[in-house]
């Protein structure tokens, strides 16, 4: 049977026959209902101030309730939805977010509510027009998708020599990412492929470094290379991993002028090099493609820098690389 709410008339007859003393089942039977829901209803509308049912009272709160069905408020107050909307414009993911609001506001609130909190703004969760009021948020996002689709996953089965000391004869422990030191390395192309910027990133921490190139050959490589890391002590310098391109080429030079041993990945297996994919596609949202790099000023590239160097990691705990590196250089 389907449940039908009680009418401000039905609600009159219960308040006149409680008056009269008659039991829940006489006023049951005459509203032609279960004896249940008439107490029910009764015990939800008792004011405490009073003890008597209020039958205006309660077509009130019926229909406040019927009002506010299916709504919910997405995050839990005006304080975490300011901390969640200002990170995302960071480009700061969910789940950082997530990480990092426990330890700056001592709140706790889960990725997908956040995700739940970015799609809502948005009619039939992101399939139609944007609600009155509301912001789009989704551009903040890594994917910027316009709905939330399954993640899918794409692999490399295409395996050829690499040009120098092959990634199969890494040592496990790099690739178990026990210990600091350990770098993977890539360049970031300009637009029409000319000269972009050289990335670094450590595979244990995500600290990265990102320096301007004034040309695509080995030498502005290996000179980009070796100028972040002669500061750097010995202790966090131990390999490099790189991919097949011309620029890496002169690796003999590259291990020489840095004192790291260096190790190149299969081609076209970019996900061997997982670490530095992932942080090049988060320079990506700073410096999208066909970026010019000769009109990105050189503090602009720091800015992002730092940028990525401040934002909590999942793997870090909600610790950022720079805490984690900074963590590792003070032993």
Known sequence: MEYKHFS???????????WERRSMREIAKALGRSHTSVSREMKRNFPLSRKVYAPRLAQKRAEENTHKRGRKDRLKNDEVRAYV??????????????????????????????????????????????????????????????????????????????????????????????????????????????????????????????????????????????????????????????????????????????????YFAHPYCSGERGTNENTNGLIRDYFPKKTNFDMITNEEIRFVEQELNDRPRKRLRGRTPLEALSGALTY
């Not at 008339?9 to 409680?18: G, K, P, S, V």
């Not at 890494?170 to 192309?189: A, H, L, M, S, Y």
């Not at 050959?217 to 002669?230: D, Q």
Request: with cysteine; proline share 4%; glycine share 6%.
């Open 85 to 262: 909307v200002s990170h995302l414009k960071r480009r700061w993911s969910p789940e950082q977010i997530s990480l990092r609001i426990k330890i700056d506001l001592q709140k706790t609130i889960s990725h997908e509510a956040i995700y739940q909190y970015i799609y809502h703004q948005v009619h039939r969760e992101g399939r139609g027009y944007l609600k009155p009021g509301c912001e789009d948020l989704r551009s903040y996002l890594r994917r910027r998708r316009k709905r939330r689709v399954p993640l899918g996953a794409r692999r490399c089965h295409r395996v050829l020599r690499p040009c120098g000391t092959s990634i199969e004869d890494r040592p496990q422990i790099v690739n178990d990412r026990k210990r600091i030191g350990d770098w993977e390395g890539d360049t970031v192309e300009s637009v029409n492929h000319q000269r972009g910027v050289n990335t670094l990133v450590e595979r244990k921490t995500g600290y990265v470094f990102i320096t301007k190139l004034k040309d695509r050959t080995s030498a502005s490589t290996i000179h980009a290379v070796r100028k972040r890391m002669e500061r750097l002590p010995t202790k966090v310098k131990r390999t490099l991993t790189l991919d097949n391109g011309p620029e890496n080429r002169d690796w003999q030079n590259m291990e020489k002028r840095t004192k790291m041993k260096t």
């Open 8 to 18: 401000v008339e039905e609600r009159e007859l219960i308040q006149t026959m409680w």
